[in-house]
């Protein structure tokens, strides 16, 4: 497997997600500062010129949650994902598309800081968005209760980048312990570092 990624981007969740799988894969820097992403052989593994994105042999897959849903679907002995017909399945596939429809999109509300009426935004407003995680993490240490799955890997980044990166969201304390709790694992350490580092 093949990564192309660049440091300090959405690519961390990817990252952070294949090291908790712990199956070999290759880093390929991709360099956006130099337009690296608009080249013909780039576009052809992710036609969005964007980081990340993941080939595997034939196959190709780009945005985030999708990299990390099929990571987990590839990997079911990692349990980073419940199996079909598991209760809490229902849950796991509405927080992986959580994070691109309500979450991106309640950030680049707040960052463009444009109006739109709740009813007719499909993510409700920003304060909507954080409202119900934070109802949802309130006396359960993951998004689907006591196990630590995929679904948090893409949200618990998310989290970080809306509170610690751009600030966009105060710190609140069940947040805080939640972050924490994701954080502390080694898959993160050796993900942030990687990052950290560059290469
Ligand atoms: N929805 C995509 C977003 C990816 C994205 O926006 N990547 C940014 C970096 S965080 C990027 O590659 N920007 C470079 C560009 O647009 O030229 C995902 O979740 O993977």
């Known amino acids: 497997m093949r990564l192309f990624w660049a440091p300090h981007t959405r690519s961390l969740r990817a990252l952070w997600m294949l090291e ?4 070999p894969y290759e880093r390929v820097l991709v360099d956006l500062k130099n337009g690296a992403q608009h080249t013909p052989a780039y576009h052809a593994i992710n036609p969005m010129e964007k980081v990340p994105a993941l080939q595997d042999g034939d196959a190709c897959v780009a945005e985030s949650g999708a990299i990390i849903a099929y990571l987990a679907e590839k990997f079911p002995q990692t349990g980073l994902a419940p199996a079909i017909g598991e209760a809490t399945r229902g849950r796991y596939l509405q927080w ?3 994070s691109s429809g309500g979450i991106e999109a309640a950030i680049t509300q707040k960052y463009t800081k444009s109006e739109m009426p709740e009813g007719t935004a499909g993510w409700g407003s920003f304060d909507k968005v954080f409202n119900v995680l934070e109802e949802v993490l309130t006396g359960s240490p993951y998004l689907l209760g006591d196990k630590f799955s995929a679904a948090d890997v893409l949200i618990a980044a998310d989290l970080h980048f809306t509170i610690n990166a751009f600030k966009l969201l105060e710190q609140r304390p069940v947040f805080a312990s939640y972050l924490e709790r994701c954080q502390s694992r080694p898959a993160f350490h ?6 950290a ?3």
């Not at 050796?190 to 990052?195: T, V």
Request: no cysteine; hydrophobic share 55%.
């Open 190 to 195: 050796r993900a942030a570092k990687i990052d």
């Open 197 to 199: 580092d560059g290469v």
């Open 20 to 23: 908790e799988i712990g199956a």
């Open 96 to 98: 992986l598309f959580f």
